[in-house]
C-alpha cells in the first residue's frame, strides 16, 4: 500500500508557476509509476504528466506540454509536478497517483489504471 499527500497548490497569477509535491509512503513507492491528474469544476479528471519508476520515461497531456515539468526523487519518496506559464485555464485540483510496476518503464496515462491516489491541492490562477 501506498499513501500520497499532496501539497503547493495555492493561488497564482497568470504567467506564475508554482511546484507541486507528493509525498509517498509504502513499500512499493520506488517501483511505482508515478502520475499527475487534475480535475477542474464540473468537468472530469484529466490526466496532467506520468513518470515511470526510474523517471527515465515521462510523458504529458497535450495542453500542459511545454510548460509542466514532472520528475521523482526516489530516495526521498517524492514527485514533484513543475508548472510554469500558468493559465486561467490551469485551475483545478492537483491530485497524485501511483501505481506499482514492478521495475517496467511503462507510465499510464488512464487514471482507472492507478492504484493509489492523493486528497488533492487547489490550484487557482487568476488574472
Known amino acids: 500500500q501506498v499513501q500520497l499527500v499532496e501539497s503547493g497548490g495555492g493561488l497564482v497569477q497568470t504567467g506564475g508557476s508554482l511546484r507541486l509535491s507528493c509525498a509517498a509512503s509504502?513499500?512499493?513507492?520506488?517501483?511505482?509509476?508515478m502520475a499527475w491528474f487534475r480535475r477542474a469544476a464540473g468537468k472530469g479528471r484529466m490526466f496532467v504528466a506520468a513518470?515511470?519508476?526510474?523517471?527515465?520515461?515521462?510523458g504529458y497531456g497535450d495542453s500542459v506540454k511545454g510548460r509542466f515539468t514532472i520528475s521523482r526523487d526516489s530516495a526521498k519518496n517524492m514527485v514533484y509536478l513543475e508548472m510554469n506559464s500558468l493559465q486561467s485555464e490551469d485551475t483545478a485540483v492537483y491530485y497524485c497517483?501511483?501505481?506499482?510496476?514492478?521495475?517496467?518503464?511503462?507510465?499510464?496515462?488512464?487514471?482507472?489504471?492507478?492504484?493509489?491516489w492523493g486528497q488533492g491541492t487547489q490550484v487557482t490562477v487568476s488574472s
Open positions: 513518470i515511470s519508476w526510474s523517471g527515465g520515461s515521462t
Open positions: 509504502g513499500p512499493t513507492f520506488s517501483s511505482s509509476a
Open positions: 497517483a501511483g501505481r506499482p510496476t514492478f521495475y517496467s518503464t511503462a507510465y499510464y496515462t488512464q487514471d482507472h489504471e492507478y492504484h493509489y
